[in-house]
């Protein structure tokens, strides 16, 4: 799975990673259960702030298209 982000872009680094989870959960390519890379990951991944990344965890989840548990990580939602 690559996210990637572009700083030239005037969308909030935030948003780029969650539209681009979001548009891989509705292709079905991140199916229903299946959990999410690690916000280790996903900063590694993109180079961003930890903050950033769960800032974009935080506007899935507000979308209701994840969950999250504390120290396990985030799914998809069933």
């Given at each position: ?21 979001e ?28 903050t ?11 979308k ?14 069933e």
């Amino acid at each position: 799975m690559a996210i990637t982000v572009d700083i030239k872009d005037p969308t909030p680094v935030y948003r780029q990673i969650a539209d681009q989870l979001e548009k891989m959960i509705r292709s079905g390519q991140l199916k229903p259960g299946e959990k999410l890379p690690s916000e280790t990951t996903l900063v590694q991944e993109t180079g961003v702030a930890r903050t950033t990344v769960r800032h974009a965890l935080e506007a899935l989840r507000d979308k209701e298209l994840i969950i999250t548990a504390a120290a396990r990580g985030s799914w998809v939602k069933e």
